[in-house]
């Protein structure tokens, strides 16, 4: 009898911290517009402007934020960030340019328009709230310096998506609230279907020879049967899994070599890898016209029984970029795969299927399932990711094989890295701090070596690189950060509550801690959502230092870091104090031991707080609380007589005090 009541009441929507890409684009001399068009001529003309610049946006995974005058307000990132929202709103930009030539044109109305956009941390308050952040700021004041038709890019977004578009610098930018020039970059081109950024595959290949050879098996038994062999290498991002095939293709040179990837997002994708692959072994141009495709297509199956009708379907596919019913499509790719591998084996290779349509999975498996008399390797590459949506992925089929590419060696990270300077001259300090970071992913020793080079961190001085400061708190690089804050970002809301409760306390944490710092409401549900972490191998089971709780480790530093990063900074001191309690009660009688890592964690509650506005009697009784802490610490330090953790301890004691005279310092009792 309590029809339209609500049910419970709504949960407050979630803060979070991220980094999105904005974009401003605005009208050249709105004022003027208006003054020389009649209202009514200028009405239907704004809304249709809108109307394509709202299009251009949705269509690369944007968000029109607002509209304010003649203005389109954008983000990307927001609600889901994706790892290449960077080049998303590039290509955006560039499509929103191109719409409105494209109409203004035959419109009696001069429209010209002025974009800037750039990469930055914002904070999110709720779906339906304004990001808030300098990010916003920035991208609107780039867009009024830019000139009529031009589309400037911000520092960070360029660094981004350097290696696909064509952009030149600008004099650096003298912004209205900004003390230094904001250097900015004039777009000149994108490109519409490379990655934002390129591998580097110059580095001699390390390790990976027992994988190599499960390849070259897959290959040589869908020779020796005449059969088709699907095998899948799965890896998270950066493993190295197209690094591996390429370097298995590298080696065959008997077959006839087809490939194809499936793409983030785009109109009529479905298709997409098995067009891109087709294009290529047939030797057709993207702008080869619908009859000429049906000749090659022909003269490839010619000999087949259905000839026609393979073709026919063929080209429909290969022409309009679109497929006829599935199963007919299905069917005629099938039977031109098979009559290529009847004439010499055949490799399929597609890469990014964790990307693929539901029907672009289901084909893949149709040809495994149903090819008949030809040797087809089916190689497919993939992120774990694959598995959440197709779990039985290849399961149950005697010809398929799925390997799962695990982290490099230390030595192997090092022989990378040897690689990848040139010589064996980086310090050690660097090179521990690069494969501590990078934790076996090539990837990320790749990014972490650029990042330092880059930001001339790391300099060449003579034979050697010399490290310039303390790399031991440098940045998680940027693409690297995309990437996994866009895995985060796919996690339930409730998963996600956890992982960043799990990222405070640190990259090994127990399960207890974590019931105590997630809220009551989803705390009974901790144990289902740790094992759907440990599935996405976000985290893993780790051996328990206390005795009956189960602890973890987040696989990767890194992904810990991006978790952190994206906590608001009240919610952070909220949750450092609260891992304080935990351990200050869990470790009883032995809480001394732990005196530095709960002087750490108060410690950090204080500076959160100190960094957001002035510090209340219970933020001050905070520090008080971890400066004594640590002064103890500091003290069982000098007994060790490890002066260097003596003077750590005491100096950031020191510092959560509050000031007091000199004189008064120095015959403080408590001072050691
Ligand atoms: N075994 C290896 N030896 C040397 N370099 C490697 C190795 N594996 C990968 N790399 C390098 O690391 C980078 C990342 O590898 P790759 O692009 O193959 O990763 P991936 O698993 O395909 O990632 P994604 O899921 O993002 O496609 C590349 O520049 C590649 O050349
Ligand atoms: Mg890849």
Redesign the pocket.
């Known amino acids: 009898m309590a029809c339209g009541a609500p049910l419970a009441p709504a949960a407050a929507p979630r803060e979070v911290r991220k980094t999105v890409t904005a974009l401003f684009c605005d009208l050249v001399g709105s004022t003027t517009l208006a003054e020389r068009h009649d209202p009514e001529v200028l009405k239907p003309v704004l809304q249709r402007y809108f109307e394509e610049m709202r299009a251009a946006v949705e269509r690369h995974g944007g968000t029109v934020e607002k509209f304010i005058g003649d203005a389109v307000v954008a983000v990307f990132g927001i609600p889901q960030v994706h790892e290449d929202d960077a080049i998303r709103a590039v290509r955006a930009a560039s499509e929103m340019r191109e719409r409105l030539m494209a109409f203004a044109e035959g419109s009696a109305v001069e429209l010209v328009c002025r974009i800037g956009l750039t990469t930055g941390e914002v904070l999110v308050a709720g779906e339906d709230q304004p990001p808030i952040g300098d990010t916003m700021n920035i991208a609107a004041r780039l867009q009024s310096s830019a000139e009529p038709g031009e589309i400037l890019i911000g520092e960070p977004t360029y660094r981004l998506v350097q290696d696909a578009v064509v952009a030149e610098p600008v004099e650096p930018l003298a912004l209205k609230g900004k003390t230094e020039p904001v250097p900015a970059y004039r777009l000149l081109q994108v490109a519409s279907l490379s990655p934002m950024r390129t591998?580097?595959?110059d580095?001699?290949?390390?390790?990976?020879t027992r994988e190599r050879v499960l390849l070259q098996q897959a290959f040589e038994r869908a020779i020796s049967d005449r059969a088709c062999q699907l095998f899948t290498v799965l890896?998270?991002?950066?493993?190295?899994?197209?690094?591996?095939v390429?370097e298995f293709l590298s080696g065959i040179d008997e077959a006839n070599l087809m490939r194809g990837r499936c793409l983030p997002y785009g109109d009529g994708i479905t298709y997409f890898p098995v067009a891109e692959a087709m294009k290529e072994a047939l030797g057709l141009a993207d702008f080869d016209d619908e009859s000429s495709v049906r000749e090659k297509i022909h003269a490839a199956v010619a000999e087949e029984d259905h000839a026609e009708a393979i073709t026919a379907n063929l080209a429909k596919l290969l022409a309009a970029g679109e497929g006829g019913a599935p199963e007919e499509t299905f069917w005629a790719i099938r039977r031109f795969l098979e009559v290529r591998g009847r004439e010499r084996p055949v490799v399929v290779v597609f890469?990014?299927i964790h990307w693929g349509e539901p029907t672009f999975l289901d084909l893949v498996e149709h040809v495994a399932d149903w090819s008949r008399d030809a040797s087809i390797l089916l190689l497919c590459?993939a992120?774990p990711d694959l598995l959440d949506v197709r779990p039985g992925w290849a399961g149950g089929k005697t010809n398929a094989a799925t390997i799962s590419?695990a982290p490099?060696t230390e030595a192997?990270c090092a022989e990378?890295i040897n690689?990848l300077v040139g010589s064996s001259d980086l310090p050690q300090e660097v090179r521990d701090r690069i494969t501590g970071v990078a934790e076996g992913n090539?990837?990320f020793?790749?990014e972490m070596l650029r990042m330092l080079i880059d930001d001339g961190l790391l300099v060449r001085g003579g034979e050697r690189w010399v490290p310039v400061g303390d790399l031991g708190d440098v940045s998680v690089p940027p693409t690297i950060s995309a990437?996994l804050s866009a895995r985060l970002d796919r996690l339930s809301d409730a998963e996600r509550t956890l992982i960043e409760a799990a990222a405070v306390c640190g990259k090994e944490f127990h399960r207890g801690a974590i019931g105590d710092l997630v809220p009551e409401d989803s705390s009974g549900d901790v144990d289902i959502h740790l094992r759907s972490l440990v599935r996405r191998e976000l985290i893993g089971p780790q051996r328990s230092l206390l005795p009956g709780e189960d602890a973890f480790r987040f696989r990767h530093l890194l992904i810990r870091d991006a978790a952190y990063d994206s906590i608001p900074k009240h919610e952070r001191a909220d949750l450092h104090e609260a891992f304080a309690d935990w351990l200050e009660r869990v470790a009883g009688h032995r809480v001394a031991e732990q005196e530095e890592i709960l002087g750490y964690h108060l410690e950090q509650a204080y500076r959160l707080r100190a960094e957001l506005g002035p510090l209340d009697d219970q933020a001050k009784g905070l520090g008080e609380r971890a400066a004594k802490l640590l002064m103890a610490a500091g003290r069982r330090a000098l007994d060790r007589g490890d002066v260097p953790a003596t003077l750590n301890l005491l100096s950031r004691a020191a510092e959560l005090l509050p000031r007091i005279p000199r004189r008064a310092r120095c015959s403080s009792p408590t001072w050691p």
């Open positions: 591998r580097r595959l580095a001699p290949m390390v390790g990976r890896g998270a991002a950066g493993a190295g899994k197209s690094r591996l390429e890469d990014d590459m992120r590419l490099l192997e990378l690689h090539p990837l020793v790749e990437l």
